[in-house]
């Protein structure tokens, strides 16, 4: 792309945002992006004050060891004889850490086991306190202090993850895990409103939004590219993919987020940017995001600020959703800036 290319394609994409100057431009204090474990499970850091809340409820040995890296005196911790079936969770926040069936007994006076539950649930370190070098593991959630890894446990991973019992809870199988100890109820819902980077910056951050992906969708051509759907020839609208923790938030209130920011009046077209591929649409993954998305567009028909003009946003099937390409991706998050269409 020559240098006048993209100074064009820059204004197209930016005529209705303010952006900050070049010097100033931060990313904004508010996003948060959330990780989610390959087994399903929210591993975001945990703020200080969120760590420091969920320690008001540790006892003091706790306390030692998950916030201060402390060691139990070896055959002293309670859960070392511990033979039941069941899961063991972080006693500082919940993320689930060790399975039962990867315990085994090493005869050092510390629970061990020579697999993690999920390997994102653990983050390995390396320390040299005490004049030894040894690899430390820490609760990727809350960041607490578990205990260490070492080179010499069994078959199949010939790793020895070497607990203090104070850090963990036990769970038996049967009973159920706690809230904080739940997989994410993750789902996807796709939008379309105007340039994608303004759709993109809006719902990421929206509590509850795990990750916002600008992109393409709605259009005939496979694995279009930005100039092939700015053309209109494709058919495709620029859209944002969000995946959200529908326990945390609903769909309904993502439609509601983002119509409070977007014109649903105005066919294909928001603000200055004209065209099929700003049109605005919202793209149903299901029967029932369908059935809610065109009872709030009767009922957005019905508010004041629309009286006597038509709602024009289209409620269609979800089809294959393009990833747009990188630089497009958490625009405002890079360069600063805000857009309100």
Same mark, same amino acid.
């Given at each position: 792309?020559?240098?006048?290319?993209?100074?064009?394609?820059?204004?197209?994409?930016?005529?209705?945002?303010?952006?900050?100057?070049?010097?100033?431009?931060?990313?904004?204090?508010?996003?948060?992006?959330?990780?989610?474990?390959?087994?399903?499970?929210?591993?975001?850091?945990?703020?200080? /004050?969120?760590? +420091?809340?969920? &320690?008001? #409820?540790?006892?003091?040995?706790?306390? !030692?060891? =998950?916030? *201060?890296?402390?060691?139990?005196?070896?055959?002293?911790?309670?859960?070392?004889?511990?033979?039941?079936?069941?899961?063991?969770?972080?006693?500082?926040?919940?993320?689930?850490?060790?399975?039962?069936?990867?315990?085994?007994?090493?005869?050092?006076?510390?629970?061990?086991?020579?697999?993690?539950?999920?390997?994102?649930?653990?983050?390995?370190?390396?320390?040299?306190?005490?004049?030894?070098?040894?690899?430390?593991?820490?609760?990727?959630?809350?960041?607490?202090?578990?205990?260490?890894?070492?080179?010499?446990?069994?078959?199949?991973?010939?790793?020895?993850?070497?607990?203090?019992?104070?850090?963990?809870?036990?769970?038996?199988?049967?009973?159920?895990?706690?809230?904080?100890?739940?997989?994410?109820? /993750?789902?996807? +819902?796709?939008? &379309?409103? #105007?340039?994608?980077?303004?759709?993109? !910056?809006? =719902?990421? *951050?929206?509590?509850?939004?795990?990750?916002?992906?600008?992109?393409?969708?709605?259009?005939?051509?496979?694995?279009?590219?930005?100039?092939?759907?700015?053309?209109?020839?494709?058919?495709?609208?620029?859209?944002?993919?969000?995946?959200?923790?529908?326990?945390?938030?609903?769909?309904?209130?993502?439609?509601?987020?983002?119509?409070?920011?977007?014109?649903?009046?105005?066919?294909?077209?928001?603000?200055?940017?004209?065209?099929?591929?700003?049109?605005?649409?919202?793209?149903?993954?299901?029967?029932?995001?369908?059935?809610?998305?065109?009872?709030?567009?009767?009922?957005?028909?019905?508010?004041?600020?629309?009286?006597?003009?038509?709602?024009?946003?289209?409620?269609?099937?979800?089809?294959?959703?393009?990833?747009?390409?990188?630089?497009?991706?958490?625009?405002?998050?890079?360069?600063?800036?805000?857009?309100?269409?």
């Amino acid at each position: 792309m020559s240098s006048r290319q993209l100074f064009v394609f820059i204004g197209m994409c930016l005529a209705a945002c303010q952006q900050v100057p070049a010097a100033e431009a931060a990313p904004p204090s508010g996003y948060v992006h959330r990780k989610i474990s390959a087994s399903g499970y929210d591993v975001t850091p945990l703020s200080p /004050a969120e760590v +420091a809340r969920l &320690a008001r #409820g540790l006892t003091q040995a706790q306390r !030692d060891v =998950l916030l *201060r890296a402390g060691t139990e005196p070896a055959f002293c911790g309670g859960l070392l004889e511990n033979k039941k079936p069941g899961v063991y969770i972080s006693a500082l926040g919940g993320l689930p850490l060790f399975r039962s069936s990867a315990k085994f007994e090493s005869g050092t006076g510390w629970p061990s086991f020579f697999a993690p539950f999920d390997p994102d649930h653990v983050i390995e370190k390396p320390d040299n306190s005490g004049g030894m070098a040894r690899v430390e593991i820490l609760d990727a959630r809350s960041g607490g202090h578990l205990g260490h890894v070492f080179d010499d446990g069994p078959r199949p991973t010939g790793k020895r993850y070497c607990l203090n019992s104070a850090a963990l809870i036990f769970v038996p199988d049967g009973e159920p895990l706690p809230a904080q100890s739940q997989p994410v109820n /993750a789902q996807k +819902a796709y939008f &379309a409103g #105007g340039c994608f980077w303004g759709v993109e !910056d809006i =719902l990421q *951050r929206t509590p509850g939004v795990i990750e916002a992906t600008s992109g393409y969708m709605g259009g005939k051509t496979a694995g279009p590219g930005y100039h092939q759907v700015s053309s209109g020839d494709t058919g495709h609208a620029e859209s944002v993919e969000v995946e959200f923790d529908a326990d945390r938030v609903s769909y309904r209130h993502l439609l509601e987020v983002l119509f409070s920011k977007i014109d649903p009046t105005t066919l294909n077209r928001q603000g200055p940017d004209e065209g099929t591929q700003y049109r605005s649409a919202i793209f149903a993954a299901d029967a029932e995001q369908k059935r809610v998305a065109e009872q709030f567009l009767r009922q957005l028909a019905k508010e004041p600020r629309f009286a006597g003009r038509s709602i024009v946003t289209t409620v269609e099937r979800a089809q294959t959703f393009w990833p747009a390409e990188d630089y497009h991706q958490d625009y405002h998050e890079k360069h600063g800036g805000t857009c309100e269409p």
